[in-house]
T-cell receptor, first 115, second 110 residues
Framework: KAGVTQTPRYLIKTRGQQVTLSCSPI?????VSWYQQTPGQGLQFLFE???????NKGNFPGRFSGRQFSNSRSEMNVSTLELGDSALYLC??????????????FGPGTRLTVL | DAKTTQPTSMDCAEGRAANLPCNHS???????VYWYRQIHSQGPQYIIH???NNETNEMASLIITEDRKSSTLILPHATLRDTAVYYC???????????FGSGTQLTVLP
């Protein structure tokens, strides 16, 4: 079974630009979550999608948004990039069932650098 | 989600068991204990989870105390490739998010 894939793996943008990151979950998984990892803040939850609906959202500004498609693939978008948005963005998928929801499979991440 | 407390770092000799403790004294009845690890620059990797009973899989064992206020992850025969940051997380299925703390940096020494 193929794992979670994320594209692109590396990205360099400048302040003020916007960026879209893509995540393909494990086949059959309907829940996709996004996390941001920085040296200062560690791993922080951004949002979770299930069956094309956002079910939970972390404490991030509205510049961070996402969506999920009918095939469970997900994208996240960051608009008006700031230097502090430089981070590793991780996507994770799971089957979505309550008891096993926390058994999440992470992708390799997209390393975003904002100049 | 309940908070967890883990030691910042631990060392373990290669081939020996690594026992990683975690305190979660405010855990509620419907919250699971999850363990993940993250090898440098890679995405976190799920290891194991449990609710009340001890659990074992091909990677590790999870021992949860009877009062559920603490747990221990056991890697029975640590190898150099087990060097990573280990995260203990408590979360309910309804919370639908994993709250990662600082974790424990485990270094397996040759």
């Amino acid at each position: 079974k193929a794992g979670v894939t994320q594209t692109p793996r590396y990205l360099i943008k400048t302040r003020g630009q916007q960026v879209t990151l893509s995540c393909s979950p494990i086949s059959g998984h309907r829940s996709v979550s996004w996390y941001q990892q920085t040296p200062g803040q560690g791993l922080q939850f951004l949002f979770e999608y299930f069956s094309e609906t956002q079910r939970n959202k972390g404490n991030f500004p509205g510049r961070f948004s996402g969506r999920q498609f009918s095939n469970s693939r997900s994208e996240m978008n960051v608009s008006t990039l700031e230097l502090g948005d430089s981070a590793l963005y991780l996507c994770a998928s799971s089957g979505g069932l309550a008891g096993a929801w926390g058994e999440q499979f992470f992708g390799p991440g997209t390393r975003l650098t904002v100049l | 989600d309940a908070k967890t407390t883990q030691p910042t770092s631990m060392d373990c000799a290669e081939g020996r068991a690594a026992n990683l403790p975690c305190n979660h004294s405010t855990i509620s009845g419907n919250e699971y204990v999850y363990w993940y690890r993250q090898i440098h620059s890679q995405g976190p990797q799920y290891i194991i989870h449990g609710l009340k009973n001890n659990e074992t899989n091909e990677m590790a064992s999870l021992i949860i105390t009877e009062d559920r206020k603490s747990s221990t992850l056991i890697l029975p025969h640590a190898t150099l490739r087990d060097t990573a940051v280990y995260y203990c997380i408590v979360s309910s299925g309804s919370a639908r998010q994993l709250t990662f703390g600082s974790g424990t940096q485990l270094t397996v020494l040759p």
